[in-house]
């Protein structure tokens, strides 16, 4: 009897909480999950994109150095990505039905629990900046379109034409993905394919104080159209953090992510289910959106600097660094 | 040894599982929650508003009888409300800080996962309508502003001037919201009060065949600007459903909700924690959003036909009927 109570305690005991590592993670990041795959990257292209995102990770890593908090690695690992072409997101979004490139954004704070969001902008150079301006500086959690824009410019935030996040790349993917929509008029219809859905961004951070914050930016998907907002900005859907459990930051097909509340689902599992944050995140991908039929991935890191990146896509580039300033960097699902 | 697995067998078998009641809810409706008592609501008004939620709730079960589902209950019983002025939600919505009224509405299937909803429409006369819409007719599960509006004349939807929204009396509290805010110029700043976030309204439905549904509409926060989007179009904060579990509506201070994601905390609590959905939304409400400062409640209505309305204000306009057409209402706590 004693030795069935002790049993259980212990099974508990190891359900519920995981070792602080040796080194913890302190930043992982992704640029986005989708058909990644050695076939499809040229080698030049990898390269390039590899040191994009150690770039993130360093510049994320060096933010929270001096005691600064988790909220200024994601903004600071997150820019880089927004400022390179590579990424759906800030300079090479992906093109709406419209021709512009419209950003969505998302941070949260796994201290205080609060968070900010943005949706729909043209003309924010940083979307991740409107969001934490959102959530520092308004009532307001969310803000949409041409009154988030307002808000940007009263915040004194950078402005820019829209023109300078379009990319020739990017241009030829809204064509590809009209011409098909053309094809299939009069057919069952139009469903968006996985690579219209390539490249968010997204980052969690660990602060020394033992704080989470997560965040997520992105363009969206290619030839969106009727102002759609995807998951990126939706709080528990794209991104979630509490430091009691983890944070996460979510890529792929935003309507699947919106549905299931991916983000805040890895949390609950943890919270309420006894899963470690990992066991959580595995689940939620390689389970619950699989078995939807819904493709993605997320990264997650909890409050002892555990971190996973499952995602049931050929590739996410994604990567981490540690307290010591060790980095990995992935492409592909072989890696 | 064998009495104790049967004790823990039983004791886990009343935790996650709750009895079918002998006539059980088929349908859960709010108004509302917020500054709500009989020192605030004049007596007429008051029969007014039992009134019309009767009639939702009379129009939501005749909607879902002949093996109609779930989502034609929730349909039904919220437009009701939406052509109410009593309520914060189409006719009767509450004004933006520009002077218009401005729509937010979702609405998601437990059966199979499915959701839509739309923000900032100004023109389409039942959002709720324009949710459902989303759900079954576009690839997408949330629509924004002029492209929302775009989709719901593309679904031919009724399209309105938006001054069949005006009341007089929302036309006063924008007013006295303006004036208070001129008044705290300079001060440590504007904070929205409890009055602006009264009216929301939602309803779940259990139909024949055993399946959920839940949706919710709204006008939003009496002087909101930059765009402001509120839980109530957000699935996971102000709407959720999952046959496994229960449908949720909320409503109150919807920030607090988006950052708590508490349609979906409910559904997690139960699905994860083994609380049934009664205690989850309890617990929701009267520990986690209360002690996270916020001000609100919810319905909640699972799969067995329990039913559930906390709320944490003065009062919470809400209602519901059962199988055999039982109709309760109640405005006020003491009730």
Redesign the interface.
């Known amino acids: 009897?004693r030795f069935?109570f002790l049993t259980l305690c212990l099974l508990m005991a190891s359900a519920t909480s995981s070792a602080q590592p040796a080194d913890p993670v302190i930043l992982v990041i992704h640029g986005g999950a989708g058909t990644i795959s050695r076939a499809t990257v040229a080698p030049e292209t990898e390269v390039s994109i590899r040191a994009a995102l150690e770039e993130a990770l360093r510049a994320g890593h060096a933010a929270i150095q001096d005691g600064n908090p988790a909220l200024d690695g994601v903004v600071a690992a997150i820019q880089v990505m927004e400022d390179s072409p590579h990424f759906n997101a800030g300079i090479g979004g992906v093109f709406a039905a419209d021709g512009t490139v419209r950003h969505d954004a998302s941070i949260?704070d796994g201290a205080s629990?609060?968070?900010g969001a943005s949706?729909?902008t043209l003309h924010v150079r940083h979307p991740i900046q409107l969001a934490r301006a959102v959530m520092e500086n308004?009532?307001?959690?969310?803000?949409?379109?041409?009154?988030?824009e307002?808000?940007a410019i009263q915040q004194g935030l950078e402005i820019v034409p829209n023109s300078l996040f379009h990319t020739d790349r990017r241009r030829r993917a809204l064509e590809s993905a009209q011409e098909r929509e053309r094809e299939l008029q009069g057919s069952a219809?139009?469903?968006?394919e996985q690579w219209q859905m390539t490249g968010t961004v997204g980052a969690v951070a660990l602060d020394n104080a033992g704080h989470l914050a997560a965040g997520t930016s992105t363009g969206g998907m290619t030839n969106?159209?009727?102002?759609?907002?995807?998951d990126s900005p939706?709080?528990?859907?794209g991104t979630?953090a509490n430091d009691a459990t983890c944070g996460v930051s979510s890529t792929g097909h935003?309507?699947f992510f919106?549905?299931?509340?991916v983000a805040?689902?890895i949390h609950?599992?943890a919270?309420?289910?006894g899963e470690t944050c990992t066991q959580a995140a595995e689940a939620v991908i390689h389970e619950t959106l699989t078995e939807?039929g819904g493709t993605g991935g997320v990264i997650m890191l909890d409050h002892d600097g555990n971190v996973a990146m499952p995602f049931n896509t050929e590739g996410m580039y994604r990567g981490f660094i540690t307290q010591s300033g060790q980095v990995v960097v992935k492409l592909y699902a072989e890696e």
Do not use: Q
């Open positions: 009897m069935l949260m629990g609060m968070a949706t729909g308004s009532v307001h959690v969310m803000l949409a379109e041409e009154g988030a307002e808000f219809g139009y469903i968006p969106k159209r009727w102002g759609r907002i995807g939706i709080i528990g859907a979630f935003g309507e919106i549905r299931l509340a805040h689902d609950a599992r919270m309420y289910g939807a």
